[in-house]
Nanobody
Framework: QVQLVESGGGLVQAGGSLRLSCVASGLTFSRYNMGWFRQVPGKEREFVSSFARNGGHTNYADSLKGRFAISRDNAKNTVYLQINNLRAEDTAVYYC????????????????WGQGTQVTVSS
């Protein structure tokens, strides 16, 4: 049974930082592209970042470049998302996901999803 478990969310003041973690189990982690998405109520799930299984290629949503940094540790089956200089508009539920193939920016490419972790930024 595949599980993705996110952690690290919480309430933080604007300008602060958070590091989200996602631990995967039940799959061969190194074979999967890993992605982070976020969603606010009433809106579609939004691509944040991805980290390819081979070669270390990373993608970021254009509007988030510079404040977000994705990394992965295949030995720990874990993908991370560092978020700096948090803004009120970053408030959302953040999800990690795993994909064997497909465009990493598209949610429909992903085969498995975590339950999400809430990030709330107070201004």
């Amino acid at each position: 049974q595949v599980q993705l478990v996110e952690s690290g969310g919480g309430l933080v003041q604007a300008g602060g930082s958070l590091r989200l973690s996602c631990v995967a189990s039940g799959l061969t982690f190194s074979r999967y592209n890993m992605g982070w998405f976020r969603q606010v109520p009433g809106k579609e799930r939004e691509f944040v970042s991805s980290f390819a299984r081979n070669g270390g290629h990373t993608n970021y949503a254009d509007s988030l470049k510079g404040r977000f940094a994705i990394s992965r540790d295949n030995a720990k089956n874990t993908v991370y998302l560092q978020i700096n200089n948090l803004r009120a508009e970053d408030t959302a539920v953040y999800y990690c996901a795993a994909a064997i193939e497909g465009p990493p920016v598209m949610a429909r490419s992903y085969d498995y999803w975590g339950q999400g972790t809430q990030v709330t930024v107070s201004s």
